[in-house]
Protein backbone atom coordinates (compact mmCIF):
# COMPACT_ATOMS: atom_id res chain seq x y z
CA UNK A 1 0.00 0.00 0.00
CA UNK A 2 2.84 2.36 1.17
CA UNK A 3 4.71 1.79 -1.86
CA UNK A 4 2.05 2.45 -4.35
CA UNK A 5 1.49 5.51 -2.76
CA UNK A 6 4.77 6.77 -2.86
CA UNK A 7 5.23 4.95 -6.28
CA UNK A 8 1.79 7.32 -7.24
CA UNK A 9 3.36 10.70 -5.59
CA UNK A 10 6.59 10.26 -7.61
CA UNK A 11 4.41 9.99 -10.90
CA UNK A 12 2.42 12.96 -9.78
CA UNK A 13 5.92 14.77 -9.55
CA UNK A 14 7.23 13.41 -12.84
CA UNK A 15 4.12 14.20 -14.50
CA UNK A 16 4.77 18.12 -13.78
CA UNK A 17 8.38 18.31 -13.50
CA UNK A 18 9.64 16.34 -16.98
CA UNK A 19 7.07 19.25 -18.72
CA UNK A 20 8.05 22.12 -16.74
CA UNK A 21 12.20 20.98 -17.31
CA UNK A 22 11.49 20.46 -21.23
CA UNK A 23 9.70 24.18 -21.09
CA UNK A 24 12.35 25.59 -19.23
CA UNK A 25 15.29 23.94 -21.80
CA UNK A 26 13.21 24.91 -24.81
CA UNK A 27 12.90 28.62 -23.69
CA UNK A 28 16.44 28.54 -22.73
CA UNK A 29 17.44 27.54 -25.92
CA UNK A 30 15.13 29.83 -27.53
CA UNK A 31 16.17 32.70 -26.27
CA UNK A 32 19.90 31.78 -26.95
CA UNK A 33 19.37 31.80 -30.48
CA UNK A 34 17.35 34.37 -30.06
CA UNK A 35 20.21 37.12 -28.86
CA UNK A 36 22.29 35.34 -31.42
CA UNK A 37 19.84 36.46 -34.09
CA UNK A 38 19.70 39.49 -32.69
CA UNK A 39 23.55 40.10 -32.45
CA UNK A 40 23.93 39.01 -35.65
CA UNK A 41 21.37 41.46 -37.45
CA UNK A 42 23.26 44.53 -35.34
CA UNK A 43 26.17 43.25 -37.23
CA UNK A 44 24.96 42.99 -40.39
CA UNK A 45 23.19 46.69 -39.63
CA UNK A 46 26.56 47.88 -38.70
CA UNK A 47 28.71 46.21 -41.32
CA UNK A 48 25.85 47.86 -43.66
CA UNK A 49 26.48 51.46 -41.72
CA UNK A 50 29.89 51.26 -42.37
CA UNK A 51 29.72 50.61 -46.09
CA UNK A 52 27.55 53.80 -46.37
CA UNK A 53 29.47 55.95 -44.29
CA UNK A 54 32.58 54.92 -46.03
CA UNK A 55 31.13 55.45 -49.62
CA UNK A 56 30.01 58.86 -48.25
CA UNK A 57 33.24 59.44 -47.00
CA UNK A 58 35.09 58.96 -49.96
CA UNK A 59 32.71 61.07 -51.92
CA UNK A 60 33.03 64.15 -49.86
CA UNK A 61 37.22 63.35 -49.51
CA UNK A 62 37.65 63.42 -53.18
CA UNK A 63 35.75 66.91 -53.58
CA UNK A 64 37.64 69.02 -50.71
CA UNK A 65 40.70 67.99 -52.12
CA UNK A 66 43.14 70.84 -53.11
CA UNK A 67 46.01 71.03 -55.10
CA UNK A 68 48.84 73.21 -53.05
CA UNK A 69 49.95 76.24 -54.86
CA UNK A 70 53.76 76.43 -55.61
CA UNK A 71 55.28 79.31 -54.50
CA UNK A 72 58.38 81.16 -55.39
CA UNK A 73 60.85 80.04 -52.90
CA UNK A 74 62.99 81.40 -52.16
CA UNK A 75 62.64 84.61 -53.42
CA UNK A 76 64.04 84.91 -57.51
CA UNK A 77 65.69 88.57 -57.69
CA UNK A 78 64.69 91.08 -60.04
CA UNK A 79 66.46 93.73 -62.68
CA UNK A 80 66.32 97.02 -61.06
CA UNK A 81 63.65 99.21 -62.94
CA UNK A 82 61.93 102.60 -62.90
CA UNK A 83 58.63 101.16 -61.15
CA UNK A 84 60.73 100.77 -57.76
CA UNK A 85 60.96 104.76 -57.85
CA UNK A 86 57.08 104.79 -58.03
CA UNK A 87 57.13 102.10 -54.85
CA UNK A 88 58.96 104.87 -53.15
CA UNK A 89 56.89 108.23 -53.74
CA UNK A 90 53.59 108.99 -52.50
CA UNK A 91 51.59 108.83 -56.08
CA UNK A 92 47.99 106.85 -55.44
CA UNK A 93 47.16 106.19 -58.84
CA UNK A 94 50.52 105.27 -60.09
CA UNK A 95 50.66 102.54 -57.54
CA UNK A 96 47.54 101.44 -58.30
CA UNK A 97 48.47 101.09 -61.37
CA UNK A 98 51.42 99.39 -60.49
CA UNK A 99 49.83 97.21 -57.63
CA UNK A 100 47.38 96.07 -60.66
CA UNK A 101 49.84 95.65 -63.63
CA UNK A 102 50.80 91.93 -64.90
CA UNK A 103 54.30 92.92 -65.89
CA UNK A 104 55.23 94.45 -62.91
CA UNK A 105 57.54 91.46 -61.73
CA UNK A 106 60.13 91.53 -58.86
CA UNK A 107 62.01 93.61 -57.05
CA UNK A 108 65.72 93.42 -56.98
CA UNK A 109 65.26 92.10 -53.82
CA UNK A 110 62.85 89.15 -55.13
CA UNK A 111 59.69 90.46 -53.92
CA UNK A 112 57.03 90.41 -56.36
CA UNK A 113 56.71 94.87 -56.77
CA UNK A 114 52.54 94.39 -57.00
CA UNK A 115 52.93 93.27 -53.07
CA UNK A 116 55.31 95.93 -52.33
CA UNK A 117 52.98 98.75 -54.46
CA UNK A 118 49.96 97.10 -52.23
CA UNK A 119 51.56 97.86 -48.92
CA UNK A 120 53.03 100.88 -49.85
CA UNK A 121 49.45 101.91 -50.50
CA UNK A 122 48.53 100.86 -47.24
CA UNK A 123 51.47 102.64 -45.61
CA UNK A 124 50.26 105.82 -47.12
CA UNK A 125 46.38 105.63 -45.82
CA UNK A 126 45.84 102.82 -43.42
CA UNK A 127 42.34 103.23 -44.15
CA UNK A 128 42.79 102.32 -47.88
CA UNK A 129 41.13 99.05 -47.72
CA UNK A 130 38.27 99.42 -46.09
CA UNK A 131 34.76 98.89 -47.82
CA UNK A 132 37.03 97.86 -50.66
CA UNK A 133 36.47 93.47 -50.77
CA UNK A 134 37.86 93.59 -54.12
CA UNK A 135 40.99 95.11 -53.53
CA UNK A 136 41.15 93.09 -50.28
CA UNK A 137 40.85 89.99 -51.79
CA UNK A 138 43.32 90.82 -54.52
CA UNK A 139 45.93 91.94 -52.52
CA UNK A 140 45.37 88.82 -50.06
CA UNK A 141 45.54 86.48 -53.26
CA UNK A 142 48.81 88.25 -54.47
CA UNK A 143 50.67 87.48 -50.61
CA UNK A 144 49.78 83.98 -50.51
CA UNK A 145 50.27 83.40 -54.51
CA UNK A 146 53.41 85.53 -55.60
CA UNK A 147 55.04 86.32 -52.44
CA UNK A 148 57.67 84.17 -51.29
CA UNK A 149 56.29 81.50 -48.67
CA UNK A 150 58.83 81.86 -46.01
CA UNK A 151 57.08 86.17 -46.40
CA UNK A 152 53.31 85.06 -46.85
CA UNK A 153 52.94 84.91 -43.18
CA UNK A 154 54.41 88.45 -42.12
CA UNK A 155 52.67 90.12 -45.09
CA UNK A 156 49.34 88.85 -44.50
CA UNK A 157 49.60 90.01 -40.48
CA UNK A 158 51.13 93.19 -41.61
CA UNK A 159 47.76 93.21 -44.23
CA UNK A 160 45.66 92.10 -41.47
CA UNK A 161 44.20 89.21 -43.08
CA UNK A 162 44.91 86.43 -41.06
CA UNK A 163 41.31 85.43 -40.86
CA UNK A 164 40.06 85.52 -44.82
CA UNK A 165 40.13 82.58 -47.30
CA UNK A 166 42.77 83.33 -48.99
CA UNK A 167 45.27 83.23 -45.78
CA UNK A 168 43.27 79.87 -44.70
CA UNK A 169 44.80 78.23 -48.08
CA UNK A 170 48.40 80.09 -47.42
CA UNK A 171 48.10 78.12 -43.68
CA UNK A 172 46.99 75.22 -46.03
CA UNK A 173 50.28 75.44 -47.90
CA UNK A 174 52.00 75.67 -44.55
CA UNK A 175 50.29 72.65 -42.92
CA UNK A 176 50.80 70.38 -46.01
CA UNK A 177 54.50 71.59 -46.28
CA UNK A 178 54.95 70.63 -43.03
CA UNK A 179 53.65 66.93 -42.77
CA UNK A 180 55.54 66.44 -45.74
CA UNK A 181 58.84 67.24 -43.99
CA UNK A 182 57.95 64.74 -41.10
CA UNK A 183 55.91 62.26 -43.21
CA UNK A 184 57.41 62.52 -47.01
CA UNK A 185 55.56 59.10 -47.94
CA UNK A 186 52.28 61.21 -47.66
CA UNK A 187 48.71 59.53 -46.98
CA UNK A 188 46.89 59.77 -43.51
CA UNK A 189 48.47 61.20 -41.37
CA UNK A 190 46.86 61.65 -37.11
CA UNK A 191 46.44 65.36 -36.66
CA UNK A 192 45.18 65.46 -33.03
CA UNK A 193 41.92 63.99 -33.06
CA UNK A 194 41.38 63.92 -36.73
CA UNK A 195 43.84 63.20 -39.64
CA UNK A 196 45.38 65.10 -42.49
CA UNK A 197 45.69 63.69 -45.59
CA UNK A 198 48.77 64.45 -48.65
CA UNK A 199 50.10 63.64 -51.35
CA UNK A 200 53.36 64.38 -53.59
CA UNK A 201 53.28 63.49 -57.09
CA UNK A 202 56.88 64.92 -58.36
CA UNK A 203 56.24 68.99 -57.97
CA UNK A 204 52.66 68.41 -57.57
CA UNK A 205 50.73 68.18 -53.53
CA UNK A 206 47.73 67.43 -53.17
CA UNK A 207 46.19 68.07 -49.83
CA UNK A 208 43.24 67.91 -46.91
CA UNK A 209 43.91 69.85 -44.18
CA UNK A 210 42.76 68.72 -40.72
CA UNK A 211 40.49 71.13 -40.85
CA UNK A 212 38.76 70.12 -44.19
CA UNK A 213 38.79 66.51 -42.95
CA UNK A 214 37.34 67.39 -39.53
CA UNK A 215 34.44 69.21 -41.07
CA UNK A 216 34.07 66.27 -43.29
CA UNK A 217 33.67 63.77 -39.95
CA UNK A 218 31.47 66.31 -38.08
CA UNK A 219 28.94 66.51 -41.04
CA UNK A 220 25.38 65.31 -39.70
CA UNK A 221 25.27 63.18 -42.42
CA UNK A 222 27.59 60.83 -41.49
CA UNK A 223 26.02 60.74 -37.77
CA UNK A 224 22.51 59.86 -40.23
CA UNK A 225 24.44 56.76 -41.86
CA UNK A 226 24.67 55.81 -37.95
CA UNK A 227 21.87 52.93 -36.81
CA UNK A 228 20.15 53.56 -33.45
CA UNK A 229 22.91 53.14 -30.90
CA UNK A 230 25.77 53.38 -32.63
CA UNK A 231 28.54 55.37 -33.56
CA UNK A 232 30.71 56.26 -36.29
CA UNK A 233 34.16 56.75 -36.42
CA UNK A 234 37.52 56.88 -38.46
CA UNK A 235 40.50 54.80 -38.19
CA UNK A 236 43.60 54.14 -39.73
CA UNK A 237 43.72 51.12 -38.09
CA UNK A 238 47.02 50.97 -37.65
CA UNK A 239 48.60 53.81 -35.94
CA UNK A 240 46.00 54.97 -33.12
CA UNK A 241 46.58 52.86 -30.15
CA UNK A 242 43.05 51.21 -28.63
CA UNK A 243 42.12 51.73 -25.02
CA UNK A 244 40.38 49.41 -22.98
CA UNK A 245 37.79 51.64 -22.82
CA UNK A 246 37.41 51.82 -26.62
CA UNK A 247 33.98 50.68 -27.66
CA UNK A 248 33.96 47.19 -29.05
CA UNK A 249 34.29 47.58 -32.94
CA UNK A 250 30.78 46.25 -34.28
CA UNK A 251 31.50 46.76 -38.49
CA UNK A 252 34.40 48.41 -40.43
CA UNK A 253 34.69 48.93 -44.07
CA UNK A 254 37.30 50.55 -46.28
CA UNK A 255 36.97 54.24 -47.52
CA UNK A 256 38.61 54.15 -50.80
CA UNK A 257 40.36 56.95 -50.78
CA UNK A 258 43.98 57.61 -49.65
CA UNK A 259 45.23 54.18 -48.01
CA UNK A 260 44.10 52.30 -44.68
CA UNK A 261 41.09 54.32 -43.62
CA UNK A 262 38.18 52.72 -42.32
CA UNK A 263 34.52 53.81 -41.05
CA UNK A 264 34.27 52.09 -38.11
CA UNK A 265 30.54 51.49 -36.50
CA UNK A 266 30.74 50.58 -32.68
CA UNK A 267 27.70 50.59 -30.01
CA UNK A 268 27.52 54.08 -28.28
CA UNK A 269 26.55 51.40 -25.07
CA UNK A 270 26.21 47.85 -25.90
CA UNK A 271 24.17 47.54 -22.30
CA UNK A 272 21.46 49.97 -23.73
CA UNK A 273 21.14 48.53 -27.19
CA UNK A 274 20.17 45.05 -25.67
CA UNK A 275 18.13 46.37 -23.31
CA UNK A 276 15.32 45.59 -25.33
CA UNK A 277 16.26 42.33 -25.78
CA UNK A 278 17.33 41.69 -22.03
CA UNK A 279 13.53 43.12 -21.40
CA UNK A 280 11.80 40.51 -23.70
CA UNK A 281 14.21 37.39 -21.94
CA UNK A 282 12.90 38.93 -19.02
CA UNK A 283 9.47 38.59 -19.73
CA UNK A 284 9.99 34.81 -20.99
CA UNK A 285 12.13 34.17 -18.03
CA UNK A 286 8.95 35.82 -15.53
CA UNK A 287 6.40 33.94 -17.35
CA UNK A 288 9.19 30.87 -17.59
CA UNK A 289 9.14 31.20 -13.58
CA UNK A 290 5.21 31.71 -12.95
CA UNK A 291 4.12 28.50 -14.55
CA UNK A 292 6.95 26.61 -12.76
CA UNK A 293 5.77 28.57 -9.13
CA UNK A 294 2.25 27.89 -10.43
CA UNK A 295 2.50 23.99 -11.23
CA UNK A 296 4.57 23.33 -8.36
CA UNK A 297 2.08 25.09 -6.17
CA UNK A 298 -0.65 22.98 -7.80
CA UNK A 299 1.73 19.99 -7.58
CA UNK A 300 1.99 21.39 -3.57
CA UNK A 301 -1.76 21.63 -3.17
CA UNK A 302 -2.16 18.64 -4.98
CA UNK A 303 0.20 16.07 -2.79
CA UNK A 304 -1.51 17.68 0.21
CA UNK A 305 -5.06 17.43 -0.76
CA UNK A 306 -3.81 13.40 -0.82
CA UNK A 307 -2.52 13.35 2.33
CA UNK A 308 -5.22 15.00 4.04
CA UNK A 309 -7.52 12.41 2.03
CA UNK A 310 -4.97 9.48 3.05
CA UNK A 311 -5.46 11.00 6.96
CA UNK A 312 -9.09 11.27 6.51
CA UNK A 313 -9.46 7.70 6.04
CA UNK A 314 -7.45 6.75 8.66
CA UNK A 315 -8.92 8.83 11.15
CA UNK A 316 -12.39 6.97 9.34
CA UNK A 317 -11.05 3.74 10.19
CA UNK A 318 -9.76 4.53 13.72
CA UNK A 319 -13.23 5.77 14.40
CA UNK A 320 -14.74 2.98 13.25
CA UNK A 321 -12.55 0.31 15.42
CA UNK A 322 -13.27 3.18 18.37
CA UNK A 323 -16.95 2.89 17.83
CA UNK A 324 -17.29 -0.70 17.85
CA UNK A 325 -15.13 -1.00 20.85
CA UNK A 326 -16.97 1.76 22.47
CA UNK A 327 -20.37 -0.61 21.68
CA UNK A 328 -19.01 -4.06 22.43
CA UNK A 329 -17.88 -2.76 25.97
CA UNK A 330 -21.22 -1.36 27.29
CA UNK A 331 -22.92 -4.36 25.46
CA UNK A 332 -20.94 -7.09 26.96
CA UNK A 333 -20.98 -5.66 30.66
CA UNK A 334 -24.61 -5.10 30.36
CA UNK A 335 -25.58 -8.44 29.53
CA UNK A 336 -23.15 -10.27 32.35
CA UNK A 337 -25.10 -7.83 34.66
CA UNK A 338 -28.38 -8.97 33.35
CA UNK A 339 -27.52 -12.55 33.47
CA UNK A 340 -26.67 -12.45 36.94
CA UNK A 341 -29.41 -10.47 38.04
CA UNK A 342 -31.54 -13.23 36.34
CA UNK A 343 -30.04 -15.93 38.31
CA UNK A 344 -30.84 -14.02 41.10
CA UNK A 345 -27.96 -15.22 43.50
CA UNK A 346 -26.83 -12.21 45.01
CA UNK A 347 -27.36 -9.58 47.44
CA UNK A 348 -29.82 -7.05 47.31
CA UNK A 349 -26.99 -4.24 47.62
CA UNK A 350 -25.22 -5.65 44.74
CA UNK A 351 -28.35 -6.20 42.28
CA UNK A 352 -28.50 -2.39 43.13
CA UNK A 353 -25.48 -1.49 41.91
CA UNK A 354 -25.98 -3.89 38.97
CA UNK A 355 -29.53 -2.04 38.02
CA UNK A 356 -26.85 1.22 38.57
CA UNK A 357 -24.62 0.11 36.18
CA UNK A 358 -26.93 -1.20 33.76
CA UNK A 359 -29.10 2.28 33.92
CA UNK A 360 -25.45 4.28 33.06
CA UNK A 361 -24.37 1.97 30.61
CA UNK A 362 -27.53 2.09 28.51
CA UNK A 363 -26.81 5.90 28.56
CA UNK A 364 -23.37 6.16 27.69
CA UNK A 365 -25.02 3.37 24.91
CA UNK A 366 -27.81 5.99 23.68
CA UNK A 367 -25.52 9.09 23.89
CA UNK A 368 -22.63 7.10 21.53
CA UNK A 369 -25.33 5.78 18.84
CA UNK A 370 -26.76 9.49 19.34
CA UNK A 371 -23.69 11.33 18.93
CA UNK A 372 -23.08 8.81 15.65
CA UNK A 373 -26.49 9.16 14.12
CA UNK A 374 -26.67 13.04 14.15
CA UNK A 375 -22.61 12.62 12.37
CA UNK A 376 -24.07 10.98 9.79
CA UNK A 377 -27.24 12.56 9.45
CA UNK A 378 -25.28 15.88 9.18
CA UNK A 379 -22.69 14.91 6.84
CA UNK A 380 -25.26 13.66 4.62
CA UNK A 381 -27.38 16.84 5.12
CA UNK A 382 -30.22 15.17 6.18
CA UNK A 383 -30.26 16.56 10.17
CA UNK A 384 -33.48 18.59 10.65
CA UNK A 385 -33.23 21.60 12.74
CA UNK A 386 -36.19 22.27 15.53
CA UNK A 387 -35.87 25.57 16.84
CA UNK A 388 -38.04 26.60 19.09
CA UNK A 389 -38.29 29.24 22.26
CA UNK A 390 -36.91 27.32 24.87
CA UNK A 391 -35.94 27.77 29.04
CA UNK A 392 -31.93 27.24 28.74
CA UNK A 393 -31.46 27.66 31.87
CA UNK A 394 -34.02 24.63 33.16
CA UNK A 395 -32.70 22.65 30.23
CA UNK A 396 -28.91 22.66 31.74
CA UNK A 397 -30.30 22.29 35.05
CA UNK A 398 -31.83 18.78 33.72
CA UNK A 399 -28.85 18.15 31.40
CA UNK A 400 -26.74 18.58 34.71
CA UNK A 401 -29.07 16.40 36.94
CA UNK A 402 -28.47 13.27 34.07
CA UNK A 403 -24.51 13.49 34.12
CA UNK A 404 -24.73 13.57 37.93
CA UNK A 405 -24.46 10.41 38.34
CA UNK A 406 -21.41 10.11 36.52
CA UNK A 407 -19.25 12.72 38.32
CA UNK A 408 -20.33 11.17 41.40
CA UNK A 409 -18.45 8.28 40.44
CA UNK A 410 -15.36 9.84 39.98
CA UNK A 411 -16.05 12.22 42.97
CA UNK A 412 -15.86 15.10 40.90
CA UNK A 413 -17.58 18.41 42.12
CA UNK A 414 -20.47 19.50 39.89
CA UNK A 415 -20.75 23.70 40.08
CA UNK A 416 -23.00 25.72 38.12
CA UNK A 417 -24.18 29.07 37.47
CA UNK A 418 -27.45 29.85 35.61
CA UNK A 419 -28.68 32.51 34.74
CA UNK A 420 -32.07 32.74 33.09
CA UNK A 421 -32.04 32.87 29.53
CA UNK A 422 -35.12 32.33 27.01
CA UNK A 423 -33.79 31.97 22.95
CA UNK A 424 -34.80 30.36 20.14
CA UNK A 425 -32.97 26.97 19.80
CA UNK A 426 -33.02 22.94 19.13
CA UNK A 427 -33.21 21.82 22.68
CA UNK A 428 -32.60 18.53 21.81
CA UNK A 429 -29.37 19.64 19.96
CA UNK A 430 -28.02 22.12 22.52
CA UNK A 431 -28.65 19.25 25.46
CA UNK A 432 -26.48 16.89 23.22
CA UNK A 433 -23.46 19.15 22.73
CA UNK A 434 -23.68 20.12 26.92
CA UNK A 435 -24.14 16.14 27.40
CA UNK A 436 -20.77 15.74 25.09
CA UNK A 437 -18.90 18.95 26.93
CA UNK A 438 -20.18 17.12 30.67
CA UNK A 439 -18.94 13.93 28.78
CA UNK A 440 -15.10 15.43 28.00
CA UNK A 441 -14.45 17.40 31.03
CA UNK A 442 -15.77 14.24 33.26
CA UNK A 443 -13.62 11.96 31.12
CA UNK A 444 -10.53 14.07 31.08
CA UNK A 445 -10.71 15.24 35.02
CA UNK A 446 -9.04 13.54 37.63
CA UNK A 447 -10.78 12.28 40.81
CA UNK A 448 -11.83 14.66 43.21
CA UNK A 449 -11.34 17.81 41.11
CA UNK A 450 -15.08 20.40 39.97
CA UNK A 451 -16.67 21.15 37.01
CA UNK A 452 -18.18 24.32 36.61
CA UNK A 453 -21.56 24.75 33.94
CA UNK A 454 -22.48 28.54 33.23
CA UNK A 455 -25.35 30.01 31.41
CA UNK A 456 -25.20 33.90 30.97
CA UNK A 457 -27.04 36.25 28.74
CA UNK A 458 -25.66 39.28 27.17
CA UNK A 459 -28.41 41.36 26.10
CA UNK A 460 -26.27 44.16 24.18
CA UNK A 461 -24.77 41.64 22.29
CA UNK A 462 -28.21 39.70 21.85
CA UNK A 463 -26.50 36.63 22.74
CA UNK A 464 -26.09 33.81 24.92
CA UNK A 465 -23.08 31.81 26.25
CA UNK A 466 -23.11 28.10 27.81
CA UNK A 467 -19.18 26.99 29.02
CA UNK A 468 -17.73 24.31 31.10
CA UNK A 469 -14.64 24.05 32.59
CA UNK A 470 -13.00 21.47 34.35
CA UNK A 471 -9.15 21.00 36.64
CA UNK A 472 -8.47 18.12 34.09
CA UNK A 473 -5.39 17.44 31.66
CA UNK A 474 -5.57 20.26 29.79
CA UNK A 475 -5.14 20.34 25.97
CA UNK A 476 -1.58 21.83 24.26
CA UNK A 477 -1.97 24.70 21.80
CA UNK A 478 -1.09 23.27 19.11
CA UNK A 479 -3.87 20.50 19.51
CA UNK A 480 -6.43 23.01 20.11
CA UNK A 481 -7.32 24.23 16.69
CA UNK A 482 -7.83 20.87 15.40
CA UNK A 483 -9.79 18.90 18.17
CA UNK A 484 -13.35 20.37 16.68
CA UNK A 485 -12.15 18.47 13.23
CA UNK A 486 -14.06 15.34 12.71
CA UNK A 487 -12.50 12.34 14.28
CA UNK A 488 -9.20 13.78 15.50
CA UNK A 489 -8.17 12.39 18.56
CA UNK A 490 -4.41 13.62 19.34
CA UNK A 491 -1.90 11.19 19.95
CA UNK A 492 -2.01 6.94 18.85
CA UNK A 493 -4.43 5.13 19.60
CA UNK A 494 -2.18 2.96 21.59
CA UNK A 495 -0.96 6.08 23.77
CA UNK A 496 -4.74 7.15 24.26
CA UNK A 497 -5.97 5.97 27.84
CA UNK A 498 -9.90 7.48 27.53
CA UNK A 499 -12.09 6.32 25.53
CA UNK A 500 -13.76 8.05 22.27
CA UNK A 501 -14.30 7.93 18.91
CA UNK A 502 -13.12 11.64 18.22
CA UNK A 503 -17.14 13.09 16.65
CA UNK A 504 -18.23 14.89 19.84
CA UNK A 505 -16.57 17.92 19.35
CA UNK A 506 -17.33 18.49 15.66
CA UNK A 507 -20.89 17.30 16.31
CA UNK A 508 -20.88 20.29 19.14
CA UNK A 509 -19.14 22.50 16.26
CA UNK A 510 -21.95 21.19 13.91
CA UNK A 511 -24.63 22.06 16.47
CA UNK A 512 -23.17 25.90 17.04
CA UNK A 513 -22.88 26.31 13.62
CA UNK A 514 -26.47 25.45 12.77
CA UNK A 515 -27.30 27.85 15.09
CA UNK A 516 -25.26 30.39 13.88
CA UNK A 517 -22.60 30.94 16.67
CA UNK A 518 -19.05 29.75 17.53
CA UNK A 519 -16.94 27.35 19.78
CA UNK A 520 -13.57 28.34 21.46
CA UNK A 521 -11.57 26.59 23.92
CA UNK A 522 -9.05 27.76 26.63
CA UNK A 523 -6.77 25.53 28.10
CA UNK A 524 -3.48 24.99 29.65
CA UNK A 525 -2.26 21.46 29.49
CA UNK A 526 -2.19 19.77 34.06
CA UNK A 527 -4.45 23.01 34.50
CA UNK A 528 -7.74 22.31 32.88
CA UNK A 529 -9.86 23.82 29.90
CA UNK A 530 -12.97 25.56 29.41
CA UNK A 531 -15.30 24.87 26.61
CA UNK A 532 -17.68 28.30 25.63
CA UNK A 533 -20.54 28.05 23.47
CA UNK A 534 -21.67 32.04 21.96
CA UNK A 535 -25.12 31.72 20.28
CA UNK A 536 -27.43 34.45 19.05
CA UNK A 537 -30.68 34.59 21.13
CA UNK A 538 -32.93 34.39 18.12
CA UNK A 539 -31.68 32.05 15.68
CA UNK A 540 -30.85 34.13 12.28
P1 LIG B 1 -13.45 11.99 22.01
O1 LIG B 1 -13.65 12.63 23.32
O2 LIG B 1 -14.45 10.98 21.66
O3 LIG B 1 -12.03 11.54 21.75
P2 LIG B 1 -14.00 14.63 21.08
O4 LIG B 1 -14.23 15.18 19.69
O5 LIG B 1 -15.07 14.85 22.08
O6 LIG B 1 -13.66 13.11 20.89
O7 LIG B 1 -12.68 15.23 21.61
C1 LIG B 1 -11.53 15.22 20.81
C2 LIG B 1 -10.31 15.27 21.67
O8 LIG B 1 -10.19 16.55 22.30
C3 LIG B 1 -10.25 14.30 22.76
O9 LIG B 1 -9.77 13.05 22.32
C4 LIG B 1 -9.29 14.95 23.76
O10 LIG B 1 -7.97 14.68 23.42
C5 LIG B 1 -9.58 16.41 23.58
N1 LIG B 1 -10.48 16.94 24.60
C6 LIG B 1 -11.79 17.23 24.47
N2 LIG B 1 -12.31 17.74 25.61
C7 LIG B 1 -11.29 17.76 26.50
C8 LIG B 1 -11.19 18.17 27.88
N3 LIG B 1 -12.23 18.66 28.58
N4 LIG B 1 -9.99 18.05 28.49
C9 LIG B 1 -8.90 17.56 27.80
N5 LIG B 1 -8.96 17.15 26.50
C10 LIG B 1 -10.12 17.25 25.85
Not at 131 to 148: F, N, V
Not at 294 to 319: A, D, P
Amino acid sequence: MAFTRVTSSHRLFLAVLLPLLMLGTFAVRGMKAQSKAAWDAMEEEAARAAMVAADHLAREFQAKVREVPRFPDPPVPGSPSPMDAVLDGGDIPALLALRDSPEAGTSPAGLPRRILAALRLLELDPEFLRDRAADRGEIARLATEECPSVLTGLVIQKLGMSDGASSQRWKDVEEALLILRSHPEGGWIPRGDSYAWVRQDGSQVSFLSTAAVLAILQDKQLSYAAPKDFGIRISTGKDLPRSSAAPAIFGAAPVSFGEGLRAEVYLHSPDQAMASLRRQQLWTYSALALAAVVSLGGLYLIHRTLQRERKLNEMKSQFVASVSHELRAPVASIRLMADALEEGKMAPETAKEFHRLIAREGARLSTLVGNVLDHARIEQGRRIWKMESCDLAALVAETLRVMEPLTREKELALLSSLEAVEASVDAGAIQQALVNLLDNAIKFSPRGKSIGTSLAIHDESRTWTLSVSDEGSGIPKEEQSRIFERFYRPGDELRRETQGTGIGLSLVKSIVDAHGGSVTVESEPGKGSTFTLRLPISTP
